[in-house]
């Protein structure tokens, strides 16, 4: 605790500011990369690719559930079913923007993007079963990018902060079709 009668010795906040002026210019064509960042971006870029592949999945399961939705609560259903697809489309426009700025190319590739993604396709019966598949899939997300913040750590905070946003959404989904598996009469 500082007192008021002891300096307090900090390091300066930029070393050198003429330095990091001169590192920015160089290797311009790396774009957001710059030499601070201390991710393996391979193995970034590979799991996000994963990352978005798991987002389409969701995106597809999710529409399927929502035209196939019948029964007296179907119509409310199939509107949370909605909102949850437009909300992981919007998780993966977030990734494959994040792939670019990494020097990356997001896979949209349908071949093998069941293989790609965390999560799987499961289609479902009826109400009920429609959201255990969903439920089950956010749940696979939630680990899958729990394990990839804790992997990104430090090392690359604007994806760890990216994921967080988007976990923070997965879990926000999964809390959504657990009440509605709750309801009676589904």
């Known amino acids: 605790m500082n007192n008021g009668n002891q300096a307090v010795d900090r390091k300066p906040f930029l070393s050198d500011i003429k330095l990091l002026r001169e590192r ?3 290797h311009i064509a790396q774009g ?3 030499a601070g960042y201390k991710a393996d971006r391979e193995a970034v870029l590979k799991v996000l690719n994963e990352a978005l592949a798991t ?3 969701c995106v597809l399961r999710y529409k ?3 035209f196939m939705a019948k029964g007296i609560h179907a119509q409310s259903v199939a509107a949370e ?3 949850h697809a437009a909300e992981e489309q919007g998780h993966a426009d ?3 923007e994040r792939i670019v700025q990494l020097g990356g190319a997001p896979d949209f590739s349908p071949a093998g993007l069941a293989t790609r993604s965390h999560s799987e396709y499961a289609e479902g019966n009826d109400l009920p079963e429609m959201i255990k598949e969903d439920l089950i899939a956010e749940r696979i997300a939630i680990g899958s990018y729990g394990e990839i913040i804790r992997y990104l750590g430090n090392d ?3 994806t760890r902060v990216m994921l967080e946003g988007i976990l923070a959404k997965e ?4 809390e959504d079709l657990s009440s509605l598996l709750k309801t009676k009469d589904l």
């Open 32 to 34: 957001a990369v710059t």
């Open 94 to 96: 977030l990734i494959a």
């Open 64 to 66: 399927r559930h929502y």
């Open 24 to 26: 920015a210019r160089q």
């Open 81 to 83: 079913f909605a909102q």
């Open 156 to 158: 690359d905070p604007t």
């Open 55 to 57: 987002e389409i999945v």
């Open 171 to 174: 879990e926000e989904h999964a």
